[in-house]
């Protein structure tokens, strides 16, 4: 595969997964599609990466992506325990 594909579908994944965070209805989904666009730059780092920087580079993303989906999870736990539902539409009150 050249840069050009890799690049391109990269694009493709980071689109797919920025409409799909915009139109769904569940934080756990939203998390997901959070991952995947997080995924999509790493696709783009390591193609445009020069040897073994951008792939170390990636690896470090990964370890990033990680730790932002157990704090996400754990998140999105506490905020279904006190509210009672998933979607963000319905969590509204703010308590200080």
């Known amino acids: 595969m050249t840069q050009f594909h890799l690049l391109a579908i990269s694009f493709a994944l980071f689109a797919s997964a920025a409409a799909g965070f915009l139109t769904c209805n569940s934080l756990v989904r939203m998390l997901m599609f959070l991952e995947l666009m997080l995924n999509a730059a790493n696709v783009a780092i390591v193609?445009?990466?020069?040897?073994a920087v951008g792939h170390a580079y990636?690896?470090?993303?990964?370890?990033?992506?990680?730790?932002?989906?157990?704090?996400?999870?754990?998140?999105?736990?506490?905020?279904?325990?006190v509210f009672r539902t998933l979607e963000p539409g319905n969590i509204k009150e703010l308590k200080g």
């Open 58 to 81: 990636a690896v470090m993303l990964f370890a990033v992506a990680a730790a932002e989906a157990g704090v996400g999870l754990a998140l999105i736990l506490s905020l279904a325990s």
């Open 47 to 51: 193609a445009l990466g020069q040897g």
